[in-house]
T-cell receptor, first 115, second 116 residues
């Protein structure tokens, strides 16, 4: 069965510092890969997605993610974090199974941004 | 353009009852997906409807069902409620169906269900 692992439950970074959130998936083929962000004021929002092609994907709010097939990873990065980036981030995997497309989410990483 | 709306926003039910939640997608969007979020199980995909047909589904028991109307509004029904059904239920709308062609996905604020 497909699975998604976000090894960091909680991360704290200083405003202006760079950020990398880790995501590993378990699946034989290349699945669809997503990153979502959830914040109290804005709800859940799709940040970016990867289906195929260029392994470096650009998303909204200055985020990017890189798909590395050899490591089964899809880490989210941002060069300079803003206080408004404090939120919970979810990695998700989608694949075709039994005629349906299913999405599995990771357990999330809570990001705290300190001045 | 109005966003995704969900009604009601809060709901309290007792075990054994049934509940119906509603989701109105962004105008022009024909796909509606439903998700459950709980502290214990996290975010889980329930199902997706497109043009009044269920296109995709997750691993939930048959107590969870849904439907979509011709105006793309969708309802989700949970029968014989259990304590573990207490959750935030989110819906999302997209212009098209399927993981491979979703250009943008917009989420509603959610309905918080408490089962006593």
């Amino acid at each position: 069965a497909q699975s998604v692992t976000q090894p960091d439950i909680h991360i704290t970074v200083s405003e202006g510092a760079s950020l990398e959130l880790r995501c590993n998936y378990s699946y034989g083929a290349t699945p669809y890969l997503f990153w979502y962000v959830q914040s109290p004021g804005q709800g859940l929002q799709l940040l970016l997605k990867y289906f195929s092609g260029d392994t470096l994907v650009q998303g909204i709010k200055g985020f990017e993610a890189e798909f590395k097939r050899s490591q089964s990873s899809f880490n989210l990065r941002k060069p300079s974090v803003h206080w408004s980036d404090a939120a919970e981030y979810f990695c998700a995997v989608g694949l075709n199974s039994g005629g349906y497309q299913k999405v599995t989410f990771g357990t999330g990483t809570k990001l705290q941004v300190i001045p | 353009k109005a966003g995704v709306t969900q009604t009601p926003r809060y709901l309290i039910k007792t075990r054994g009852q049934q509940v119906t939640l509603s989701c109105s997608p962004i105008s022009g969007h024909r796909s509606v997906s439903w998700y459950q979020q709980t502290p214990g199980q996290g975010l889980q995909f329930l199902f997706e409807y497109f043009s009044e047909t269920q296109r995709n589904k997750g691993n939930f028991p048959g107590r969870f069902s849904g439907r979509q109307f011709s105006n793309s509004r969708s309802e989700m029904n949970v029968s014989t409620l259990e304590l573990g059904d207490s959750a935030l239920y989110l819906c999302a709308s997209s212009p098209r169906s399927g993981l491979g062609v979703v250009e943008t996905q917009y989420f509603g604020p959610g309905t918080r269900l408490l089962v006593l």
